[in-house]
């Protein structure tokens, strides 16, 4: 997975933390609040976001509502997936890279891994 460009970040960003249908204008306008973008470059960024799969959109009067597709979450675990994959030792990547986590990151992941040992047990 690529990671997003820095317009492309902002508006998912905007798009994740808000948690609800937008539209360009409301992200031009949020953005614009610290620093100065374009309503056109962002029209296109967030056209090239659908292109990409990234958004859903849906017509609201003359104006489009875009949607992400995925969570934030999601996105930041398929970058971590990717990461890992750039390693020729994945167990060493692993290491190191919870060596890098605090005690209450490694906490977390010790409860997700729980989470997922118990969810995998339920369907077998």
């Given at each position: 997975m690529r990671r997003l460009g820095d317009l492309e970040a902002?508006?998912?960003?905007?798009?994740?933390?808000?948690?609800?249908?937008?539209?360009v204008r409301e992200i031009v306008d949020d953005i614009n609040k610290i620093r100065p973008v374009a309503y056109t470059t962002v029209m296109t960024v967030t056209n090239i976001l659908y292109t990409k799969g990234w958004l859903?959109?849906?017509?609201?009067?003359?104006?489009?509502?875009?949607?992400?597709?995925?969570?934030?979450?999601?996105?930041?675990?398929?970058?971590?997936?990717?990461?890992?994959?750039?390693?020729?030792?994945?167990?060493?990547?692993?290491?190191?890279?919870?060596?890098n986590m605090d005690e209450e990151e490694r906490a977390a992941l010790r409860k997700a891994l729980r989470n997922v040992n118990r969810q995998a047990k339920a369907e077998q």
């Open positions: 902002e508006i998912m960003d905007r798009l994740w933390t808000w948690n609800r249908p937008a539209t859903l959109r849906g017509k609201h009067g003359r104006a489009w509502l875009y949607t992400p597709v995925r969570s934030r979450e999601a996105y930041a675990a398929a970058l971590m997936e990717d990461g890992l994959g750039a390693s020729k030792d994945r167990p060493a990547a692993l290491i190191a890279f919870v060596e």
